[in-house]
């Protein structure tokens, strides 16, 4: 199970609602592989994010590349909310 927030405001990406943002916190590897693919793709901390879809898939902004992730996948992007 994965936390859905961290006691730093962290929140994983998976858990935004559509047109929330934020930048980047961490990303936690599970599998090498996927932290140099998303890396690989400027998901890295201090990326600006904006979230554009969550059904079927997570759709987002990073910078200023789209990108279309599954859940399990945006459940490993730890997120920091910009201020409202």
């Known amino acids: 199970m994965h936390l859905l927030s961290r006691s ?3 929140r994983v990406l998976a858990a935004l609602a559509v047109g929330q943002s934020g930048t980047v916190h961490h990303v936690v ?4 592989d ?3 693919r998303l890396q690989a793709l400027g998901v890295t901390p ?3 994010v ?3 879809q969550t059904s ?3 759709v987002f902004l ?3 590349t789209e990108l279309a992730i599954e859940r ?6 730890l997120v920091t909310l910009t201020e409202e």
């Open 34 to 36: 996927r932290l140099d």
């Open 29 to 32: 590897a599970h599998h090498g």
């Open 62 to 64: 990073c910078d200023q």
């Open 56 to 58: 079927p898939g997570i």
């Open 8 to 10: 730093d405001g962290a």
């Open 46 to 48: 201090g990326a600006a």
């Open 72 to 77: 399990t996948v945006a459940e490993a992007i």
């Open 50 to 52: 904006v979230v554009l």
